[in-house]
């Protein structure tokens, strides 16, 4: 994702690592303890994405970012209102129960699927964390190269496929110019733009993102299909229509463009369904190093630990 992180998340939602992948999460852990949990929390995030669609990719990423162990900097990260909202609901019916990294996780999975992309089941149990350090920090950067992108992933546990197939979320996200800008002006030696972007989406980013522009602005990493959870983006990188470097560079690296062709075109369904294979990457993503049983707290308020 984009490498941005909000000061609020030094305390927000960390399950900080507690070593086994997912030991004591399962579908349904609130079943007895707080019946509504999951439907209290879809519900919340209905309500905020009828008022804001954009929030879906917001609450996508912190999930992202909180799985990868974040602290600044993160100052684009949205979505924490939808968050509280859902934790104070949930303290009113359940006080006590349900962890703040339990309601990112299901709160991500609703902004898929109420943005047409698939549900999942999401193993539940989480507590959270009682330390949050700038040192934890470790998010793959939008100059990361291919092989730099793997072994973070492979460090947490994922593999090449999962690699690609979560970088699809990137399908509602958006980037500010300054982060790919130096891809369309002076990229090569001889002051030419990066040679994978295609050269029509080259005269579009241009405009969007003049040499002398606002580097705020944001732009849709998935032109053409903005805000829909859908295939266009693994289409965009094999046209050379990626705005991201790190992006586009899963299509160009042989490693990982197996995956971006199997997941669309003449080699589509060879890798497994995006639609089912996003929720068992989101799965395993969603369960490094969790903290479960005794272990860290249920926090009342999402933005601080107890005290």
């Not at 999460?25 to 019946?35: E, H, I, K, L, Q």
């Not at 703040?100 to 193993?123: H, K, N, Q, Y």
């Not at 053409?224 to 990188?237: A, P, Q, R, V």
Request: include cysteine.
């Amino acid at each position: 994702m984009a490498p941005l992180i909000s000061a609020i998340s030094l305390l927000l939602l960390l399950a900080a690592s507690s070593g086994a992948m997912g030991q004591g999460t399962r579908v349904g852990f609130y079943s007895t303890t707080c019946p509504r949990a999951e439907a209290i929390v879809r519900s919340t995030v209905r309500s905020h994405l009828a008022a804001d669609r954009t929030l879906a990719a917001g609450l996508l990423r912190m999930h992202f970012h909180d799985c990868f162990k974040t602290a600044p900097p993160n100052l684009s990260v949205r979505g924490y209102e939808v968050i509280d909202d859902a934790k104070t609901q949930l303290e009113a019916a359940c006080p006590g129960i349900v962890s703040c990294a339990d309601i990112l996780a299901l709160a991500a999975r609703d902004s898929v699927a109420l943005t047409g992309g698939p549900s999942w089941g999401v193993p539940t149990g989480r507590r959270d964390g009682t330390v949050s350090s700038a040192s934890d920090v470790d998010l793959p950067s939008f100059t990361d190269s291919v092989d730099s992108q793997k072994l973070q992933f492979s460090q947490r546990g994922l593999t090449t496929k999962d690699l690609v197939t979560l970088v699809g979320a990137h399908t509602l996200g958006t980037a500010q110019c300054q982060f790919f800008r130096y891809r369309l002006f002076n990229f090569t030696s001889d002051g030419g733009p990066d040679p994978t972007i295609d050269g029509e989406f080259l005269t579009q980013l241009r405009t969007l993102c003049p040499a002398d522009g606002d580097g705020t602005r944001r732009v849709a990493l998935d032109s053409g299909s903005e805000g829909n959870f859908d295939l266009s983006y693994f289409n965009n990188l094999r046209g050379g229509r990626g705005v991201l470097e790190s992006d586009q560079s899963l299509f160009s690296d042989a490693s990982t463009r197996r995956f971006v062709q199997g997941y669309t075109g003449l080699l589509a369904g060879l890798v497994g369904t995006f639609r089912v294979e996003f929720g068992v990457s989101m799965v395993k993503m969603s369960n490094i190093g969790v903290k479960t049983g005794n272990l860290g707290e249920i926090r009342r308020v999402c933005s601080s630990i107890n005290s």
